[in-house]
């Protein structure tokens, strides 16, 4: 416990430190903020050609009767980049904070005074989901997700972030930490142009980061138990990911 409480107020240290994660998300809320003003308030379409995939800030009457792409997951503006902080930022920023360890010699260190992968794990997760937490609150109040929705916001955002920590403490550290710029630009964007096309909407179906986007998307209507069950079978392939890695020796440790 003594390890894990040390490791927890590094990370928190180096967090404050070198705010990467917190610049990020606080860049992604200033991107809502000018694209829905951009984008104006919601109006009315008069002719077909305005059917076309219709987004919460820019929807109308006629896009959703009419428009055959309606199948697909639908963009939401705080949706969008809170799926990609949380996917994009998140996976990043704890494979980047893991490196610093790795590139100082800290995680040697850290091995020499006895101190076991699990609690490095427990530690540098409880440090970034906790930092977290703050601003995927502001993504809430930004999105005017007020009331009882604010809660539902930060349990679905919140599950969502701790996948993505232990993803990219997982790739962190691996052997090929350099998989996790692919991997979180997949997940942070992937839901996204999934919008378009149905054949990506499948594939990305059963990853945690599109159904955060799915649930933000119809939190009016609540979370749904299916939801949870597949956010879960992600975050356990990851443990199991970990624990074999770690056995097999693929873990820089």
């Known amino acids: 416990m003594r390890n894990t409480n040390a490791i927890f107020m590094k990370q928190m240290r180096s ?10 998300g606080v860049v992604y809320i200033v991107m809502i903020l000018v694209m829905t003003f951009l984008m104006g308030p919601e109006r009315e379409c008069p002719t077909p050609e305005y059917a076309y995939p219709c987004i919460e800030a820019f929807h109308c009457e006629y896009c959703m009767e009419n428009n055959p792409l309606l199948s697909l997951p639908q963009l939401s503006v705080t949706g969008m980049f809170t799926v990609m902080f949380i996917g994009l930022a998140m996976v990043g920023s704890a494979s980047a904070l893991v490196q610093e360890d790795k590139t100082s010699h800290n995680l040697r260190f850290m091995r020499m ?12 997760a409880t440090a970034l989901f906790i930092m977290s937490l703050p601003i995927l609150l502001l993504y809430a109040m ?3 997700h ?5 809660l539902e916001f930060m349990i679905i955002t919140a599950t969502g972030a701790l996948v993505s920590i232990m993803l ?17 630009m997949l997940l942070g964007m992937g839901p996204m142009f999934s919008s378009f096309n149905e054949r990506l909407a499948t594939y990305l179906h059963f990853t945690y980061t599109q159904q955060v986007n799915l649930a933000i998307y119809n939190l009016e209507y609540g979370l749904e138990l299916r939801t949870f069950k597949i956010i879960g079978a992600n ?6 990911l970990f624990l074999w890695t770690h056995r097999k020796g693929s873990l820089r440790w």
């Open 146 to 150: 007020f009331g009882f929705i604010t």
């Open 15 to 24: 967090l404050i430190k070198s705010p990467g994660m917190i610049v990020q």
């Open 142 to 144: 930004v999105g005017r």
């Open 168 to 184: 990219g403490i997982t790739t962190g550290l691996s052997k090929a930490p350099i998989i996790a710029t692919p991997l979180s």
């Open 235 to 240: 975050l356990v392939v990851i443990l199991i």
């Open 113 to 124: 005074a006895g101190m076991k992968p699990r609690q490095y794990l427990l530690g540098t």
